[in-house]
């Protein structure tokens, strides 16, 4: 058949693209590397040697090759491993940063195209780290408080020596916790000296060295240090009279000879000596205390403690004072008592009229603080002792300081501020006592009365329904029984406390805020003061009186607030609750998320904390009054 010739190019052409396919067809793909991980040698604490062969590299360059290791089985690279070059055959790796004594398990790796191979796995241990080996060096240069050794220290036990030093005490065998230097690190011979010691006293030494093992020690050593005379010092004066004081004497170091005389001397001059005044204390070493007696008033002197032994007298530091001159009176201010809502009792006692005739003594009192016989006072007649007074015309419930004092020719002496505060009445007449918190007057009982200070009858809810809607000023006694009012108080809706007219003029239900400055002077933290529910740790057990808690012997009225367990009234329903168990006390403050209910404080049998939070108008709670 004859062929044309344009069609001949074609074929040729055909011919020619399929041998390409077949050639490119035939080229091999590569493969991984071939390995083998070599044994693991030259083993030590923190490294080690091995390596690995590559006895094919499959087909492709080998781009990275090493080591990997790991405490578990089959490592990778992504954890630990080295890096050793490229392209086949043999290498070595070397392994750093190990963990003494602990096992490892080793495979060498190869990366080439086609990915990474890992040859055999292999295993081995870590050595561990010994103890240092040392010794303690002779004694040398010893005197009476100091003296000199060292060490040798031969092995490191595998791992660095990061301390050594020596360590001494008077038992065999010192060990780190006694008294020691601190000389470096590393091996070798070092050298420390001991210093603070005693004369004459034997002491034990050794070398120390401390590295990742723990501390070992070197062989124990002793030696004495010198004796020399006693070292003694002299105690500060005290009880200084106008003819006698007291101090005494410590022997630091009686050194290393028997104290066979002992003492305090004086003198008017510098320097006295036990050939002027002393006293005599007998032998020893123990704390001596001497009275110096036969002193005359108002003089300046010099005393000094001795101490003798077989090496002669020693003295201790010089020291000085002067004798009492006449002073002022010392009193003290007694317990205020009897306090009513006008009138008080107080006193003092004159314990010592300090060399002068006592001519007045008494007690004095202000509203400011700080009292002085220049305010109002009561005299309580002369001499030393105990002395009381009545304090009439005073003005119910305020806050009232007071001191005691007493007068001789030096001046006046005064005894400590106290503070107290009188009672407070309310328009229905009844009393209540106040409490000092802080810098807050209380009263100490919860508000039982029935009218408010614009004399408007509160009228007196018992029937539970109505107890429920009703929305204007109300109380109730707990079960509708005036007697749990004469112990508990009143309890009032909310709407009583928001007439402002409930608490006595010049007292005033206290404010949210004003609860919580009473908490945080209780002890309670700020950053817990401002939250809802349970706050605090002990605040309420300070708070609730040591009666009335059913079953809760926890409570310490420490702040004399002596809250009660007067229960409460349901505002849901009008029913009472929880007396013996439960108490709350209204704020003036309206919940801060809810208008329609008033914030409370809360007291519970068993919580030691104090409860905030609000609950609806209608509820039944007690009501405490703050001073403006």
């Not at 630990?80 to 750093?96: I, R």
């Not at 018992?462 to 109730?476: G, I, L, N, R, S």
């Not at 607030?561 to 309206?590: E, M, P, V």
Request: hydrophobic share 30%.
């Amino acid at each position: 058949m004859k062929v044309r010739s344009g069609s001949a190019g074609m074929l040729l052409a055909l011919f020619f693209i399929m041998e390409l396919l077949v050639l490119s067809g035939c080229k091999k793909k590569p493969v991984l590397p071939t390995l083998t991980t070599s044994p693991v040698s030259d083993i030590a604490v923190r490294t080690a040697t091995t390596g690995g062969n590559i006895s094919s590299d499959g087909g492709a360059d080998i781009s990275a090759r090493g080591v990997c290791w790991g405490t578990s089985s089959n490592p990778e690279i992504t954890g630990s491993h080295t890096s050793d070059n490229k392209g086949p055959g043999a290498f070595t790796s070397n392994l750093s940063g190990l963990i003494p004594n602990t096992l490892y398990y080793v495979r060498a790796f190869a990366s080439n195209e086609a990915g990474t191979a890992y040859g055999n796995e292999v295993t081995f241990s870590t050595n561990p780290v010994l103890a240092p080996v040392l010794t303690t060096a002779e004694i040398t240069g010893i005197e009476h408080n100091t003296a000199i050794s060292g060490g040798n220290i031969s092995s490191d036990g595998g791992d660095d020596v990061t301390s050594r030093g020596i360590c001494w005490a008077t038992s065999v065998n010192p060990t780190v916790n006694d008294n020691k230097t601190t000389n470096g690190t590393g091996t070798g011979i070092f050298s420390a000296t001991l210093t603070g010691l005693t004369p004459g006293t034997t002491y034990h030494v050794r070398a120390w060295a401390t590295n990742s093992a723990g501390t070992s020690y070197g062989n124990d050593r002793s030696f004495g240090a010198l004796p020399l005379a006693p070292t003694v010092t002299t105690a500060t004066i005290s009880s200084v009279t106008r003819t006698s004081a007291v101090s005494g004497g410590s022997i630091t170091s009686d050194g290393g000879s028997q104290v066979t005389a002992k003492g305090i001397c004086w003198s008017t001059s510098p320097d006295p000596l036990v050939t002027g005044p002393h006293t005599s204390e007998g032998t020893g070493s123990n704390p001596f205390v001497s009275q110096l007696t036969g002193l005359s008033a108002n003089t300046f002197y010099y005393f000094r403690a001795y101490a003798t032994n077989s090496a002669g007298t020693s003295y201790g530091n010089t020291r000085t004072f002067s004798t009492d001159p006449v002073i002022a009176p010392s009193v003290s201010t007694g317990t205020v008592t009897s306090v009513t809502l006008t009138s008080a009792t107080g006193g003092g006692n004159v314990t010592s009229d300090n060399g002068g005739q006592v001519t007045e003594r008494g007690f004095c009192w202000n509203t400011n603080g700080n009292p002085t016989t220049a305010d109002s006072k009561i005299s309580g007649g002369t001499g030393t002792g105990v002395f009381t007074g009545n304090i009439t015309g005073l003005t119910q419930g305020t806050v009232y300081y007071l001191k005691a004092y007493a007068i001789n020719s030096a001046g006046t002496g005064y005894g400590e501020q106290t503070g107290f505060s009188t009672s407070a009445s309310d328009i229905d007449g009844n009393v209540y006592k106040t409490v000092i918190i802080g810098t807050q007057l209380w009263m100490q009982s919860d508000l039982k009365v029935t009218h408010l200070n614009t004399n408007q009858s509160i009228p007196d809810v018992m029937d539970d329904t109505t107890w429920v809607h009703y929305t204007e000023p109300a109380y109730c006694w707990y079960d509708d029984d005036p007697s749990n009012g004469a112990t508990f108080g009143a309890l009032y809706n909310y709407y009583s406390v928001e007439t402002g007219s409930l608490c006595p003029a010049g007292w005033h239900v206290p404010t949210d805020n004003e609860f919580k400055t009473l908490e945080i002077y209780l002890g309670m933290s700020e950053s817990v003061v401002d939250l809802g529910g349970w706050r605090g740790t002990d605040q309420g057990t300070k708070l609730k009186s040591t009666t009335t808690w059913l079953f809760d012997g926890v409570n310490t009225n420490s702040s004399g607030f002596t809250a009660l367990a007067g229960g409460y009234r349901y505002g849901r329903d009008g029913g009472y609750n929880d007396k013996g168990i439960i108490g709350y006390w209204w704020s003036s403050t309206i919940h801060w998320s809810d208008t329609t209910r008033g914030v409370y404080r809360r007291l519970s049998r068993g919580e030691t904390g104090v409860y905030r939070e609000g609950v609806i108008k209608s509820g039944g709670k007690f009501v405490r009054c703050l001073k403006n």
